[in-house]
């Protein structure tokens, strides 16, 4: 397993005290904050290849295009992995756990505030919700990773996630 924790929590705290616009030009003043290097600018997908020591040192940088609700250049996510595996091992899901749990009581430590929120299934993970930052961390089957997300891109996602929501449970009603 390939783990670096100090360059990750490194990463959340610029994150966290960048001056975020969420347009795809703050993508080389971030990658400047954090010693990333910017890749494919202008693309829906520009890379930020980080320092961090894992197998996928590259992040996934999501920007909207038409016909998104948003306005064309909005930065929506950037999704970095602090933990991953190379190979197929039967005793990394234990592992990655113990890397989750130390990980996020040092991002606790970091941003000074309690997660606002958590989940378990299918996934596990807790979230930071700042006025200019939504700060997830997560633990899967292969990786412990960190989304950094636009907070109106997060408010929008809750809401789709509340609709979808509510018309099953109105299906299940009329059943």
């Given at each position: ?6 360059r ?14 969420w ?9 400047a ?6 890749e ?16 996928r ?46 990980f ?18 299918p996934?596990?993970g807790l ?10 961390v ?10 950094l ?24 009603d009329?059943?």
């Amino acid at each position: 397993m390939n783990v670096d924790m100090d360059r990750a929590v490194a990463a959340v705290r610029a994150a966290n005290e960048f001056a975020w616009s969420w347009t795809a030009e703050d993508l080389p003043a971030f990658a400047a904050s954090t010693g990333w290097r910017l890749e494919d600018v202008g693309k829906r997908y520009p890379r930020l290849v980080t320092d961090i020591e894992v197998n996928r040192p590259d992040t996934m940088t999501f920007i909207s295009e038409p016909p998104a609700p948003f306005p064309l250049g909005q930065l929506n996510e950037i999704i970095f992995d602090v933990a991953d595996y190379l190979v197929d091992d039967p005793d990394r899901k234990p592992a990655l756990n113990a890397v989750f749990d130390e990980f996020v009581q040092r991002v606790f430590e970091t941003v000074r505030q309690r997660p606002t929120g958590w989940w378990v299934e299918p996934t596990r993970g807790l979230r930071w919700e700042f006025p200019d930052l939504v700060l997830e961390v997560t633990v899967g089957d292969q990786s412990v990773w960190v989304t950094l997300t636009n907070p109106a891109y997060h408010r929008w996602n809750e809401e789709i996630a509340r609709i979808v929501e509510q018309q099953q449970e109105d299906e299940e009603d009329d059943d």
